[in-house]
């Protein structure tokens, strides 16, 4: 009996076709899925009138700014509109300029094309080099509702991203954080990890860049509706504040009272803020680093479906290579977008992403120990 006979028939081939027969499911399950499902998006948009829906706010602020109009809301009612007001700092609607140049529907596809790369470039920049992890994050529902909405989430998860990855150089991480304080105010919680880590000039830089831009930003268009702007946040969240997956709502939901459960909301979240100072100084930047980003998440008032695609930052850092907690995000398939998630969907998925942000910080805090590949 030759060799290769006798492998066939003591079954030593059996974990070779095994192997195949896994390859062959990601090729397919993280990979030709996942093209197909930004296919299916991108005709899907065009065939409902949907491209690229919140980018439609930054498309008129900048037609506004093009003319010489004040581009913020003068009316209340107006907020209850989609794709209408305009809620930002003045910065996204200044550099959607040159966008205008073409119709509403053209910019937006290319703001989803280019979003499709955005998400990509968010994992590459944290060193993820397993492809499948690629596939994986391109059926996460926060993620293709970043790219459907043609918002600045994805954009804020690389300049996190960029900021992680450049964390020894002052400049580029201070100009990555400060960058985003001024197009909105999300990721200010890293700031307090610059400071945390000892990285204290790049807390100074990045706060610096932030305002100096937000003040240039404004005077660009005259400083218009400067004074109003935070009225308009507050009627904002008076107004779609329910349409939200915050903590916040979820104790509404349980019956508490609207001061209790905002108590709960902020406390919440300043825990997560004091832990961040906590293991920074004891030297677990990375795991400090993935709680910033999930202090941010908690302490933001309205929180939409795509606002978790910061997560790919969280799960990049804490596991470069496809396991579990990739998966999990997977359960917000039951997650709407908007429209007044019900009680389950809003306990849900912040339920999803806690158990997301555990699963990482439980890989990061031993990530930095383990031993380097020979």
């Not at 809620?87 to 205008?100: H, K, N, R, V």
């Not at 831009?213 to 400083?223: D, H, K, T």
Request: with cysteine.
């Amino acid at each position: 009996m030759t060799t290769a006979a006798r492998q066939v028939g003591t079954g030593v081939d059996r974990p070779v076709s095994l192997e195949r027969i896994m390859q062959f499911a990601a090729v397919v399950f993280l990979g030709l899925l996942p093209a197909a499902t930004i296919v299916a998006l991108f005709v899907g948009v065009v065939r409902d009138d949907s491209v690229a829906l919140d980018f439609r706010q930054f498309y008129g602020a900048a037609e506004a700014i093009f003319r010489g109009e004040n581009p913020y809301a003068s009316s209340v009612e107006s907020l209850t509109q989609w794709g209408g007001p305009y809620p930002y700092p003045p910065l996204p609607g200044l550099l959607a300029i040159p966008l205008t140049a073409v119709s509403l529907q053209a910019a937006g596809l290319v703001v989803m094309a280019v979003l499709v790369g955005v998400a990509v470039a968010v994992l590459a920049v944290l060193g993820v080099r397993d492809w499948r992890c690629y596939g994986i994050v391109l059926l996460w529902p926060p993620v293709l509702s970043a790219i459907q909405t043609g918002n600045v989430t994805l954009w804020l998860a690389l300049a996190a991203a960029l900021a992680w990855r450049y964390r020894d150089r002052l400049l580029p991480a201070a100009l990555a954080v400060g960058l985003t304080l001024a197009a909105k105010f999300f990721l200010w919680p890293l700031v307090v990890w610059f400071a945390a880590s000892r990285r204290v000039w790049s807390a100074i830089v990045a706060s610096a860049i932030g305002a100096s831009a937000l003040v240039l930003s404004w005077a660009v268009i005259g400083f218009a509706g400067m004074t109003e702007y935070p009225g308009i946040l507050r009627d904002l969240e008076d107004v779609v504040g329910d349409d939200s997956y915050t903590a916040y709502i979820v104790g509404l939901d349980l019956g508490l009272p609207s001061g209790l459960a905002r108590a709960i909301w902020l406390g919440t979240g300043l825990v997560l803020l004091a832990s961040v100072v906590q293991l920074a100084r004891r030297g677990d930047e990375r795991t400090a680093f993935i709680v910033a980003v999930a202090s941010a998440l908690a302490l933001t008032p309205i929180v939409w479906l795509h606002y978790f695609a910061l997560l790919s930052v969280v799960v990049a850092l804490a596991q470069p290579r496809l396991g579990l907690v990739w998966f999990i995000p997977l359960g917000m398939y039951v997650t709407p977008g908007s429209g007044h998630p019900t009680p389950f969907q809003t306990s849900w998925t912040l339920t999803v992403a806690l158990v997301t942000i555990g699963l990482a910080v439980r890989a990061a805090r031993s990530f930095d120990l383990r031993p380097v590949p020979a």
